[in-house]
């Protein structure tokens, strides 16, 4: 199977991939039970990344034009335009029952489900799409050295049905380590969660009824859109600019539509690396007294801080205990385990339990007792040390690239602490555009569109560096930076084509 693919179009390769393998089964080149090539082959063939040549095979998978075999291959099954010969003649016609209609209210997240898709077809492609720990930086064997003692000093507790509220000791743990920031709070005070993501539901199913709003930054963590911008809800989307949620439009968010809630991520901030400054936090903490909102601080990013000095918490500065912090071990080292935590006024606290006692009873006592053996024998502490300088290092060796390969019309943030970088390139770019012709180089990152409330962005991308090693932000950073460069060149041209039609026109 050999064919030309036209490299100067606005066509993807994968796209015309498929294209062309649809022409040869129309045209009869290609027949039902054909085998196609193997994807490494075929890649090799046309001179494309394997990734590609992948992509194109899944695409003509989810038309049932071909399927695949694990260990046989892939096999044409279909005629493009016409049903599978595999499925079968139905003798009478049945509607299905249309699950479509009842899912219409829930906000999907298409680029996280395909993130997690192309994961395992990332072989050679570098990923600055995750904000993620890098899993080979945790010591493994001392963190299973931490399960086995925990399992000998609890013993068949750590089966047994555990506290809606989280394994105590480890609450008792997580409140020393709060005071130490200037939070004030006990045990009783603090929920353990599967996650931020469980926080952020238990938050909006206990205290956001129908009608009610809740205002968010934009752009913002992607997880928090799933939940508080779900369809048939209220939201109110406030900008980030340079100095964090603008609190000039949050003022005026307040006093017209009354939101029930504020979710802010002020350290750090999720997608923009953002840290919002000390006299901001106050305006915003009068804001909230003011007119009466609670704030969900997520602070998940603030142990990831890696230049100047650290900046108190929301909940620190908090004095009338309106804010709600929640947080979690995933971006420190264990995104797998899910566990996370919500502190806040003890009767909040309370209601959430009961919340949660309905959604799952209790996040695993096992885990969570792992997770304090391992942080209480200081273990966690000098995990964290290495991982701050590797993520600083590969923060830095980001930057240089970016400086080296990027043309002088993008720019960039230099954030002090946080997972990724916010890039901003020229007016007139698709960055979602963009990321297709670079997961055809093998290079992956997070457009915009991932992080806002509505219309989005699309000149702005993030780039993450934890998982990434040096050499492979210089890499990908370099292809990335030639394919934005072209498209420069393809937008500068884009006026001069179009006055040259139009004095043709007038001619």
Not at 252 to 271: C, D, G, V
Not at 295 to 314: F, M
Not at 324 to 348: C, D, M, N, T, Y
Not at 380 to 403: C, G
Request: net charge positive; aromatic share 8%.
């Amino acid at each position: 199977m050999i064919f030309e693919l036209n490299r100067d179009s606005h066509v993807p390769l994968y796209a015309q991939i498929v294209g062309r393998v649809r022409e040869m089964i129309t045209s009869g080149a290609l027949k039902v039970g054909d085998r196609l090539p193997a994807s490494r082959d075929l890649a090799k063939t046309l001179g494309v990344n394997r990734n590609t040549v992948a992509y194109a095979y899944e695409e003509l998978e989810a038309d049932a034009i071909v399927s695949s075999q694990v260990g046989r291959g892939t096999y044409i099954s279909g005629v493009p335009g016409t049903p599978s010969r595999s499925a079968p003649r139905a003798k009478r016609e049945i509607s299905a029952y249309p699950w479509e209609a009842d899912f219409a209210h829930l906000r999907s997240d298409p680029w996280l489900g395909g993130m997690l898709r192309f994961k395992h077809l990332a072989g050679n492609t570098v990923s600055f799409a995750y904000s993620l720990p890098q899993a080979d930086l945790l010591p493994i064997e001392k963190f299973r050295a931490a399960i086995d003692r925990a399992a000998r000093r609890e013993g068949r507790r750590l089966i047994e049905m555990g506290d809606s509220l989280g394994y105590a000791p480890l609450r008792e743990y997580l409140a020393t380590q709060m005071a130490l920031c200037g939070i004030k709070a006990s045990p009783d005070e603090i929920l353990i969660t599967n996650g931020c993501q469980q926080a952020i539901s238990l938050l909006q199913g206990a205290l956001i009824q129908p009608g009610d709003g809740v205002a968010i930054e934009n752009p913002t963590y992607s997880g928090a859109l799933s939940v508080f911008c779900r369809g048939g809800q209220k939201f109110i989307p406030i900008p980030v600019d340079d100095n964090g949620i603008n609190l000039n439009l949050v003022e005026e968010a307040f006093s017209r539509h009354a939101p029930k809630l504020l979710y802010t991520i002020p350290t750090f901030q999720n997608p923009t690396g953002i840290t919002t400054s000390l006299s901001s936090r106050h305006q915003l903490l009068d804001l909230s007294i003011k007119y009466r909102v609670p704030i969900i601080e997520d602070d998940i990013y603030s142990e990831l801080r890696y230049d100047g000095p650290a900046v108190p918490s929301l909940k620190a500065l908090d004095e009338h205990g309106i804010v709600i912090q929640i947080s979690s071990f995933s971006k420190i080292g264990f995104p797998g385990l899910r566990v996370g935590w919500i502190v806040g006024a003890r009767e909040l606290i309370q209601q959430l339990a009961l919340l949660k006692q309905k959604l799952d009873l209790h996040t695993a006592t096992l885990t969570q007792a792992a997770i304090y053996e391992f942080s209480r024998h200081g273990l966690l502490a000098r995990h964290m040390k290495r991982a701050r300088k590797t993520y600083r290092d590969r923060r830095d060796a980001m930057v240089a690239a970016l400086e080296r390969h990027f043309p002088e019309e993008a720019s960039w943030n230099h954030p002090e602490g946080g997972m990724a970088l916010w890039v901003r390139l020229p007016e007139g770019f698709d960055t979602d555009q963009l990321l297709v012709q670079a997961y055809e180089k093998g290079v992956l990152f997070s457009p915009a569109s991932h992080f806002y409330a509505g219309a989005a962005r699309r000149n702005l991308l993030r780039l993450s560096f934890t998982i990434t090693p040096p050499d492979a932000i210089e890499t990908g950073i370099r292809t990335l930076g030639a394919l934005v460069k072209r498209e420069i060149a393809g937008l500068r041209r884009r006026p001069l084509q179009q006055a040259a039609e139009g004095f043709k026109a007038l001619v």
